[in-house]
């Protein structure tokens, strides 16, 4: 079973505050995928990183894939309240079983409160 | 489009009984999976279906069961249900796209509490 291992678990921050989360393992990954879920509902799909080295960026958030592709994190720059919420990271594998089948796996989850 | 559906919402069971978890998507997805949320434990993969026709069990299958006889519909079932079952569950269906670019939509979760 891959492990994907999410930090800070928990983080509080003040509205106009910088932050990371990191996502690491020690499995490499096809791919990683970035989720941000609020309370009552379904994760939301932030951003899918392919290559190692690869850096995106989604309006004040920046997302790095390892060299490795082992690892990624999640940069926010001047959070704000509506950035509250569970951020998750998600690596695929690819595992041939005839059908072409392939999973997600999940890492725990960063719960960001950032306060007004 | 509507996306990813579940129904019900919220459901309370009894020890031993059993029920179906509906999920269908309308964006004609070949790939779909259920998932459990636990408190503070991430997503773990129940099962998962790459057609209409296929399933295969992922981390979690014990007390579960699918079947995928339309591309839209992918129901969940639990047979006796146990408070080790008590969980929040999520269907999702994946889009995949050229140079290993995929997007994943969830459905809104299935609350379930056994007693």
């Known amino acids: 079973t891959q492990l994907l291992e999410q930090s800070p678990q928990f983080l509080s921050i003040q509205e106009g505050e910088n932050l990371t989360v990191y996502c690491n393992s020690s499995?490499?990954?096809?791919?990683l995928q970035w989720y941000r879920q609020e309370p009552g509902e379904g994760p939301v799909l932030l951003v899918t990183?392919?290559?190692?080295?690869e850096v995106k960026k989604l309006k004040r958030l920046t997302f790095q894939f390892g060299d490795a592709r082992k690892d990624s994190s999640l940069h926010i720059t001047a959070a704000q309240p509506g950035d509250t919420g569970l951020y998750l990271c998600a690596g695929r594998t690819i595992e041939y079983s005839g059908a072409g089948s392939y999973q997600l796996t999940f890492g725990k989850g960063t719960k960001l409160s950032v306060i007004p | 489009n509507a996306g990813v559906t579940q129904t019900p919402k919220f459901r309370i069971l009894k020890i031993g009984q059993s029920m179906t978890l509906q999920c269908t998507q309308d964006m004609n997805h070949n790939y779909m999976y259920w998932y459990r949320q636990d408190p503070g434990m991430g997503l773990k993969l129940i099962y998962y279906s790459v057609g209409a026709g296929i399933t295969d069990k992922g981390e979690v299958p014990n007390g579960y069961n699918v079947s995928r006889s339309t591309t839209e519909d992918f129901p969940l079932r639990l047979e006796l249900a146990a408070p080790s079952q008590t969980s929040v569950y999520f269907c999702?269906?994946?889009?995949?796209?050229?140079?290993?670019?995929?997007?994943?939509?969830f459905g809104p979760g299935t609350r379930l509490l056994v007693l």
């Open positions: 499995s490499v990954f096809s791919s």
């Open positions: 990183v392919v290559t190692g080295g």
């Open positions: 999702a269906s994946i889009l995949r796209l050229a140079g290993g670019m995929e997007t994943q939509y």
